[in-house]
Every structure is written in structure tokens, then in C-alpha cells.
């Protein structure tokens, strides 16, 4: 049995890697992970398949203990873990609350390391880990502060598993960091501030990020 693990997985980019993890390696059973259960729920009835729904929001200790409860009693053999629970707030640093700033970070960093910590047990040689980064990781970028800031923190938390755990063959990947940036614009641009113009993502966008994804799992040995 093939497992995968998607947190995210209500939209996005996370119920895209669904999508392809289905069509490319054969996953026949899932663990949606995300804050919206009739999305993961159609998620699921859409591709077909075998899906453990967890409703929880991991930028909050409750959400992240469902998924230690869901893990420490059916001890899974996981194939591959998705970390795309994330979310971006765009406008100068000032102007955006500071409970969405902590809130960013307990979700794009926090979350993430406490998935890949509770479930890293539970996988075995020929498993993978995408952690989902950003260009924005690369160099500062106006408007999004802290969301650059804690993908830079997805960064180096990605070199560091993949360098650790090379000796043990578990593949750690994050992906094509375009690809997360791409498919997500139109949420992420509906949260911004200021004078900052609107997105207006065309369905061209979403296309070119589900192939950037494509081509992304397609590097990666989906069959081992």
C-alpha cells in the first residue's frame, strides 16, 4: 500500500500534488490534511480514492496534535509527505496585525517542522519529503517580509533533512519552488494591503504551475 500524506490539500498547490500523485505513482490511499473538510472531502470523491480526512489547523498546538493522535495509532508506511499548508499576507510590515505575522510563521515554519518530525518515523527507504518554498526565499522582496522570511526558513530546513538523512536514502525534495508560488497567486494576492494592485491570475497561470509540479515529480523516482 502506498501512502501519501498532504497537508494543504483543501486547494492549491496541495490538491494538485493529489491529483498528480494519483495520475503519476499510484497512491492509493491519502491523508488530507487542511482546515476545510467539504474541500477535501470533494478532493477525495473527485480522484477516487482511499482518503483519511483530518481537519485541523496546524498553525494552532490542537492542529498539530490530530496529526500525532492519527499517526501514533495507525502507524503508517508513508510513501510521500506534502507539506503545502501555507498561506502569505502581502503589505508593508507595519500595516499587517500582529497576530497574522506570529500566525504565518506558526503555520509556514512551525507546522511544517512538526509534520516532518511526527512522521519521519513512519517512512522508509525511497520515501519523499516536498517542502514547498518560494522564490521569494532567494533575495528580500517589498510587501511580503515575513512570507519570504519563513520560506527562507523552508529553505534551509530542506537542505538540512535532504543532508541528514542521505545516508538512509530517504529523498527529501522541495520541489520547483516556482511551482507553490504559481498555482497559489490567486489566494495569496486576495489577502493584500495598501495600494498594492489585486491579482488577476488567468487560468494560462494555473496551467503553467501544474506543469511546473509535473515536471517536478517527474525528477523524482515515484516508483521505488
Not at 467539504?38 to 481537519?55: F, P, Q
Not at 501555507?86 to 506570529?102: D, L, R, T, Y
Not at 506558526?106 to 518515523?121: E, G
Request: hydrophobic share 40%.
Amino acid at each position: 500500500m502506498s501512502l501519501a500524506i498532504i497537508t494543504g490539500a483543501s486547494s492549491g498547490i496541495g490538491s494538485e500534488f493529489a491529483r498528480q500523485l494519483k495520475a503519476m505513482a499510484g497512491i492509493d490511499e491519502f491523508w488530507f490534511i487542511a482546515r476545510r473538510a467539504d474541500r477535501m472531502e470533494a478532493l477525495r470523491d473527485e480522484l477516487g480514492v482511499k482518503a483519511k480526512i483530518i481537519t485541523a489547523d496546524l498553525s494552532v498546538p490542537e492542529g498539530i496534535e490530530a496529526v500525532r493522535s492519527a499517526l501514533k495509532e495507525e502507524k503508517p508506511k508513508v510513501k510521500f509527505l506534502v507539506n503545502a499548508a501555507g498561506f502569505g499576507n502581502f503589505g508593508s510590515f507595519e500595516q499587517i496585525p500582529e497576530e497574522e505575522i506570529v500566525k504565518m510563521i506558526d503555520l509556514n515554519d512551525k507546522a511544517l517542522v512538526s509534520i516532518t518530525y511526527l512522521t519521519l518515523p513512519y517512512m522508509r527507504e525511497g520515501a519523499c519529503i516536498y517542502q514547498l518554498g518560494s522564490l521569494s526565499s532567494f533575495q528580500p522582496v517589498p510587501y511580503i517580509t515575513t512570507y519570504g522570511a519563513t520560506k527562507l526558513g523552508v529553505l534551509d530546513n530542506r537542505l538540512c533533512i535532504s543532508t541528514t538523512y542521505n545516508a538512509t536514502e530517504v529523498l527529501c525534495l522541495r520541489g520547483e519552488e516556482c511551482s507553490c508560488d504559481i498555482a497559489e497567486r490567486r489566494a495569496i494576492f486576495d489577502s493584500c494591503r495598501g495600494d498594492i494592485t489585486r491579482n488577476t491570475s488567468t487560468v494560462e497561470d494555473i496551467t503553467t504551475g501544474t506543469c511546473a509540479l509535473h515536471r517536478a515529480l517527474n525528477n523524482t523516482t515515484l516508483d521505488s
